[in-house]
C-alpha cells in the first residue's frame, strides 16, 4: 500500500487549502484513515481521521470546526479542507492508513501514530501571519 499526499503550499493566515491523499494497492475501503502534521521541532500530531466507509469522523480539538476530513472510496482518495487557517497550523502534513475500517473505540487510540500501518511522505503547508 502507498500513499502519496499532496496539495500544501504557502498561505496566508484565514485562507483555505484542500490537501489529498491517493492511496495505491489495497481495498480503500477496508482501511481507516487519517492526517498527523507535524511542527518544526515538534511531534508528530493527530489532526482528523475517516472510517473506512465515510460515516465516522474525529478530530482534534486544535482544528475541530476549521477542517473536514472526507475520502472518495471510489477514486481511492483522501482529503483534508482546511478553513480558517492559522499561523500554528504551519507543519508537514501526512496521510496515514490503518488495516481496519473501523475508528478505535478510544480517542486515544485514534489519535495514537502507532495505530497505523501505512504512512505517506508529507506535504509542507505554511500559514504566513
Known amino acids: 500500500v502507498q500513499l502519496q499526499a499532496s496539495g500544501g503550499g504557502l498561505v496566508q493566515a484565514g485562507d483555505s487549502l484542500s490537501l489529498s491523499c491517493a492511496v495505491s494497492?489495497?481495498?480503500?475501503?477496508?482501511?481507516?484513515m487519517a492526517w498527523f502534521r507535524q511542527g518544526l521541532g515538534k511531534e508528530r500530531a493527530f489532526v482528523a481521521t475517516?472510517?473506512?466507509?465515510?460515516?465516522?469522523?474525529e478530530y482534534s480539538s486544535s482544528v475541530k470546526g476549521r477542517f473536514t476530513i472526507s475520502r472518495d472510496n471510489a477514486k481511492k482518495t483522501m482529503y483534508l479542507q482546511m478553513n480558517s487557517l492559522k499561523p500554528e497550523d504551519t507543519a508537514v502534513y501526512f496521510c496515514?492508513?490503518?488495516?481496519?475500517?473501523?475508528?478505535?473505540?478510544?480517542?486515544?487510540?485514534?489519535?495514537?501514530?502507532?495505530?497505523?500501518?501505512?504512512w505517506g511522505q508529507g506535504t509542507q503547508v505554511t500559514v504566513s501571519s
Open positions: 496515514a492508513a490503518k488495516s481496519n475500517p473501523y475508528l478505535s473505540p478510544s480517542m486515544r487510540a485514534r489519535a495514537s501514530r502507532d495505530a497505523y500501518d501505512y
Open positions: 475517516i472510517s473506512g466507509s465515510g460515516a465516522a469522523t
Open positions: 494497492g489495497g481495498a480503500f475501503n477496508m482501511y481507516t
